[in-house]
C-alpha cells in the first residue's frame, strides 16, 4: 500500500465547476507538497504547506494533521487546469513520496 | 532564463549502452534531486546531493551514478542500459538543507527509451 494515496484517479469536470482532490497519508510529516504535471510533462509546485490553508489565484490547498489528509480545491474551474495534480508528503527521511496523480479533464 | 534544464531532452538508446544525462540550474540552490517517473507516471526519488554531498540515495541499482561537480549541476550516469530503465528522467533542485520542507523546482524532464 502506497503511503499516499490520491482520489479520484481520474476527474473530468465542465468549465466552471469547483473542483475537490483529496490526498491522504499514513506516516507523519514534516510538509505536504501539491504539484501540477501539464500535459507536455514539465512539473510545477503549486504548494507546500504544514498546517493550514494556503491560496494561490483559484487555487486552495488546505490539510488537517490530525486526519493526516490534504485537499486540492480548484475554484471556476477552466480547460487550462486540466493535467494531472500530484500529492507528495515529505517525513523523517526529508525525502519526497509521491501519490500516483490524479488525472483531471475539464471541458469547454 | 530556465531555472532547472536538463540535456538532453530525448534519449534513444539500445540495451547495454553507457549514457549521461546532464542538469544544472541557476537558482543559487543548495540541493538538487533526481527522480524517476515510470510509464505509469509514478514519481520516485533516485538521489540527492546537497553542495555536491550525496545525502539520498535510494535503492537504484549502482549501475545508476550521480555526479555533482559543483552545486549548480547534478549528471546522472547510467552504465549497461536496460529495457527497464525506459522512464522519464527529472531533476529538481531547492534552496536549503531540508529539502522535504522547501519548494522544489523541476526540470523539464529526460526522455530515456531503451530498444
Known amino acids: 500500500k502506497n503511503e499516499v494515496e490520491q482520489s479520484p484517479q481520474n476527474l473530468t469536470a465542465q468549465e466552471g465547476e469547483f473542483i475537490t482532490i483529496n490526498c491522504s497519508y499514513s506516516v507523519g510529516i514534516s510538509a505536504l507538497h501539491w504539484l501540477q504535471q501539464h500535459p507536455g510533462g514539465g512539473i510545477v509546485s503549486l504548494f507546500m504547506l504544514s498546517s493550514g490553508k494556503k491560496k494561490h489565484g483559484r487555487l486552495i490547498a488546505t490539510i488537517n494533521i490530525q486526519e493526516k489528509h490534504s485537499s486540492l480545491h480548484i475554484t471556476a474551474s477552466h480547460p487550462r487546469d486540466s493535467a494531472v495534480y500530484i500529492c507528495?508528503?515529505?517525513?523523517?527521511?526529508?525525502?519526497?513520496?509521491f501519490g500516483k496523480g490524479t488525472k483531471l479533464t475539464v471541458n469547454p | 532564463d530556465t531555472a532547472v534544464s536538463q540535456t538532453p531532452k530525448y534519449l534513444v538508446t539500445q540495451m547495454g549502452n553507457d549514457k549521461s544525462i546532464k542538469c544544472e540550474q541557476n537558482l543559487g540552490h543548495d540541493t538538487m534531486y533526481w527522480y524517476k517517473q515510470d510509464s505509469k507516471k509514478f514519481l520516485k526519488i533516485m538521489f540527492s546531493y546537497n553542495n555536491k554531498e550525496l545525502i539520498i540515495n535510494e535503492t537504484v541499482p549502482n549501475r545508476f551514478s550521480p555526479k555533482s561537480p559543483d552545486k549548480a549541476h547534478l549528471n546522472l550516469h547510467i552504465n549497461s542500459l536496460e529495457l527497464g530503465d525506459s522512464a522519464v528522467y527529472f531533476c529538481?533542485?531547492?534552496?536549503?538543507?531540508?529539502?522535504?520542507?522547501?519548494?522544489?523546482?523541476f526540470g523539464p524532464g529526460t526522455r530515456l527509451l531503451v530498444l
Open positions: 507528495a508528503v515529505s517525513g523523517g527521511s526529508e525525502k519526497l513520496v
Open positions: 529538481a533542485s531547492s534552496q536549503d538543507t531540508s529539502p522535504g520542507v522547501e519548494t522544489q523546482y
